[in-house]
């Protein structure tokens, strides 16, 4: 099991940035590929961006495109999530998540999650 810590989130106003970040503590981390995925109030969780173990293949949700920057620090055992130009439609909890393929991510599925980190957009 990894156990993944979500930091970073809160309140912002609309047009603003935050940057998340999920560590883990396990050396292995750096060979998972990792991603964020985020649940708004109502709805279903839904994957925001992907990024892969070996290179730095990335995928994003449509609405996380030109936005969102998902990148990792394998020395620090780190993942990151740059939010910029953020809505009220991105509030929700943000969960970090890691799984062995990127295709894993992207369907979902990942067998590793954090707790999540709430993101409230609003003035």
């Known amino acids: 099991q990894v156990h993944l810590v979500e930091s970073g989130g809160g309140l912002v106003q609309p047009g603003g940035s935050l940057r998340l970040s999920c560590a883990a503590s396990?050396?292995?981390?750096?060979?998972?590929?990792k991603g964020w995925f985020r649940q708004a109030p109502g709805k279903e969780r839904e994957l925001v961006a992907g990024?892969?173990?070996?290179?730095?293949?990335?995928r994003y949700a449509d609405f996380a495109k030109g936005r969102f920057t998902v990148s990792r620090d394998n020395d620090e055992n780190t993942v990151y999530l740059e939010m910029n130009n953020l809505s009220p439609e991105d509030t929700a909890v943000y969960y970090c998540?890691?799984?062995?393929?990127?295709?894993?991510?992207?369907?979902?599925?990942?067998?590793?999650w954090g707790q999540g980190t709430p993101v409230t957009v609003s003035s």
């Open positions: 990024i892969g173990w070996s290179d730095s293949s990335t």
């Open positions: 396990e050396r292995t981390f750096d060979s998972y590929c």
């Open positions: 998540a890691a799984a062995d393929t990127l295709q894993t991510l992207i369907d979902g599925t990942p067998p590793h």
